[in-house]
């Protein structure tokens, strides 16, 4: 599903260039649960972000569902990023001025889906995290939990082929991060490839397989005890 | 163009209006000020034109009056201040030998005392040939105006303006066939016209036949005056000078002599009159889309802040899959439609202002204003700009919103 070789990206400082990735090699197949650790500043979210193709590398190459990723213009890649990947951010992203339900409707809205089928799908995606009753409520009126619930509602609506977490986590509580990871593990259960970022040990536990990140370079690439019990891994 | 009624393009604006309300709204006076300004000036420049064009309308506008007077420099024998009178032969000689003549009028104007049963008042009398019915058009309420046959036979009638009619018959009695007394004659009402008197010359309400004139206040061959009309595109100003040339020599005056001949010009007079309405309007065009053009800057100011505050909704937008073409022309409709809405709101309160100057201003007799309007092409011509603008102005913030990368939108805090 994601195939990564040598990928390099810099970015310039001033005069010089900060060297973020230092040449990475990944490959996640299809369904797979893997979770990216390391310490701040180590390049997690430079690398999910050229996954996500919100940014782009420098050197190396990227594949994507078989597609490979090069000298995409903004068009082409918000097509892509539309129909194969589903975001869910650390500090949830939704828009202030829409409800739950407008929230996660907006991708099927730019894929082009008439309004009353948006309506329809985004309910049973609010049903599956658990949010239907919350369905009219701004995000204002809701819990973190409850917020992050909603925006992966929305990372799953368009029926992508990969998610892509950043610290999904990092503004929650234990309680709600477990129930957050559970709901990810259920999508994963679905067959879902989902593509975390962490820095909490457990929640990287909750996975099947922990890339770890120091200083733009891949030190160690673990199945878990969970993921050793997956079919990806016997 | 879909996009245009799709119903979720209106309630993305919607949104991002309602959450801008206060500045919304104040850049959105901008523009309604501008396009009210100029509905309203242009309409109190045309209310303006209209009455002029109903003061004139019915006269040959492009017109001099020429009378005698004393002359100002001896010549050939004559000394100075040798009273001149023109005669018939003058205007004949006028209207043959000046270049680009239309009509030359010659009219005679005395004072007379009439009176009508118990009725009396002391008023200009007119002699005159039926031409003048051509270059002021008289609007005959019933009858009709002096005719050839009245001139050959110096019939005892007389024709009155509606001024005349008041003073000196009761409302609603038919004038026509009933004698008058100018100065202990007899004279038969032939007609009754309703112009307010307009132009230059002396003023006067009754008109008799030219001859008959004549022959009652004993004028031999002279004239009071004579009104010269030139055609259309003639310049009336060297008419003038022509005619008083010639005038001079007929009369063997001094060439140079610029008092023997005394002239009202009303073409210039009007030609001015309408440069200044012409300068009127061009100066409300200039200042109505001056203020338009500002306006809709500001409304691409406004937009340019707001996308500045949205960058990261917008970054959002774009992970989920917006192309940068429709964040693009969200901005631009969102341009127009507040550009429009602004407009169509100057629009309705211009024209509702124009209203109320149309009920204070615009009736009775001394009406400064008549009908003040505006064209329908004029106002859409404003409002096509108008959209134009809008459109071009919010391309601006709308190639901004995209330029952001989405990666450095979403990081916008
Ligand atoms: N747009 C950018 N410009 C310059 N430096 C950046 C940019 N984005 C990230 N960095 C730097 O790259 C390094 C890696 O960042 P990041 O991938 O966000 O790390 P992590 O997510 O692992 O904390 C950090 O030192 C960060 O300061
Ligand atoms: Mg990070």
Known sequence: MIKIKKLHKSYPVGKDFLHVLKGIDLHIKEGEFVSIMGSSGSGKSTLLNIVGLLDIHDEGSYYLNGQKIESLDEKKAAI?????????????????YKTALENVALPLYYKGIGRKERQEIALNYLDKVGLKDWAKHLPNELSGGQKQRVAIARALVANPKVVLADEPTGALDSTT??????????????????FVITHEQEVADQTDRIVTLKDGVIISDEITEKGKKTKHYV | MKFIFDRDTWQEIYGSIRK???????????????????????????????????????????????????TSKPFKGFQEGKRIRLKISDANYVRSEIKGIEFVVPRNQSQGFVVNKFKSLTTGVYGDFPLLDKVQKKNLVY???????????????????????????????????????IND????????????????????????????????????????????????????VQVEADAKLLLNNLHKVHPKDGRA??????????????????????????????????????????????????????????????????????????????TMIAGALGIIFGGFVLMIIDTMWGHGEGAALVNPTVNIPVILIAFITLIVLGTLIGLIPAQIAVSVRPIEALRDE
């Open chain 2, 261 to 338: 001949f005394g002239s009202f010009n009303l073409g210039d007079r009007i030609k001015k009159i309408t440069g200044f309405l012409t300068g009127m309007q061009f100066l409300t065009w200039f200042v109505g889309i001056a203020t338009l053009i500002a306006g809709v800057f500001a409304i691409g100011n406004i937009l340019l802040i707001t996308v500045k505050e949205r960058t990261k909704e917008i970054g959002i937008r774009r992970a989920l899959g917006a192309k940068p073409g429709e964040i693009r022309r969200q901005i631009v409709l969102e341009s127009v439609f507040l």
């Open chain 2, 185 to 236: 004659i007899n004279y038969l009402i032939i007609g009754h016209y309703k112009n307010k008197r307009m132009g230059g010359g002396p003023q006067g309400g009754i008109h008799i036949p030219f001859t008959t004139f004549q022959q009652v206040y004993n004028q031999g061959e002279n004239i009071g005056w004579i009104m010269v009309t030139a055609k259309p595109n003639v310049n009336i």
């Open chain 1, 80 to 96: 892509l990023r539309n129909k194969f990947l589903g975001f869910v951010f650390q500090s949830f992203n939704l828009i202030s």
């Open chain 2, 20 to 70: 801008n309300k206060l500045r919304t709204g104040i850049t959105i006076i901008g523009v309604m000020w501008g396009i009210f300004l100029l509905v309203v000036l242009l309409g109190a420049a045309r209310g303006m034109e209209n009455n002029f064009n109903k003061m004139f309308g019915d006269f040959a506008t492009n017109s001099v009056f020429i009378w005698g007077q004393s």
């Open chain 2, 143 to 181: 009858g009709r105006f002096i005719n050839e046959n009245d001139i050959k036979e110096k019939k005892k009638v007389c024709v009155i303006n509606d001024d005349i009619y008041k003073q000196l018959f009761d409302k609603g009695e038919y004038p026509i066939g009933t004698y008058i007394k």
């Open chain 1, 177 to 194: 991060t477990d129930s957050v990871m559970e709901l990810l593990k259920d999508i994963n259960d679905e067959g879902m490839t989902v």
